[in-house]
T-cell receptor
């Protein structure tokens, strides 16, 4: 299957700093990328959907000024957690969907565990 | 509203068979996915059903009935490594994935 690479796998940062997470589709072009967060023992929660070259669509309750998403190319999307606080500590996962007609499966990155201290 | 229901937790014995059910109510339907997620890891794709019937892939099979809004994931010859959460997700008319809360499967020796 297609490969989505997410970096970093884990990060610890100080409260008040910003953290950038990258999501790359390595062997296919991704029209759409999804960003999720997952708290322990809970299901995935969709944060936003980004389409290449346009602004991300955020889910209700997700602060777009805090979670900045950039999808500048068909192979890269970034999520920046700005002014991080301990409550932002979570598991962040991206997934990407291809550009070909009929592409329905979204492939997941390996996730980023963010700890804000 | 859109809703995906699956049991919270199931327990089975190594070597046995287990069926994880998923029922859904969504605005439109463009397929149903099953993912496996081990603790602390991202989900991995198991199966995709868009037509009614049974799809078999080795020890794992997935069934879909669109008229009933129902699917199940069948795991045979259970192994300890199958202990994980199993997520059911439906792609709606906007091609957005609607996720179930996941079923935690515990395998006992």
């Amino acid at each position: 299957g297609a490969v989505v690479s997410q970096h970093p796998s884990w990060v610890i940062c100080k409260s008040g700093t910003s953290v950038k997470i990258e999501c790359r589709s390595l062997d296919f072009q991704a029209t759409t990328m999804f960003w999720y967060r997952q708290f322990p023992k809970q299901s995935l929660m969709l944060m936003a959907t980004s389409n290449e070259g346009s602004k991300a669509t955020y889910e209700q309750g997700v602060e777009k000024d805090k979670f900045l998403i950039n999808h500048a190319s068909l192979t890269l999307s970034t999520l920046t957690v700005t002014s991080a606080h301990p409550e932002d500590s979570s598991f962040y996962i991206c997934s990407a969907r291809g550009t070909n007609t009929g592409d329905t499966e979204a492939f997941f990155g390996q996730g980023t565990r963010l700890t804000v201290v | 509203g859109q809703n995906i229901d699956q049991p919270t937790e199931m327990t089975a014995t190594e070597g046995a068979i287990v069926q994880i059910n998923c029922t859904y109510q969504t605005s439109g339907f463009n397929g149903l996915f099953w993912y496996q997620q081990h603790a602390g890891e991202a989900p991995t794709f198991l199966s995709y059903n868009v037509l009614d019937g049974l799809e078999e892939k080795g020890r794992f099979s997935s069934f879909l009935s669109r008229s009933k809004g129902y699917s199940y994931l069948l795991l045979k010859e259970l192994q300890m490594k199958d202990s994980a959460s199993y997520l059911c997700a439906v792609m709606d008319s906007n091609y957005q994935l609607i996720w179930g809360a996941g079923t935690k499967l515990i395998i006992k020796p």
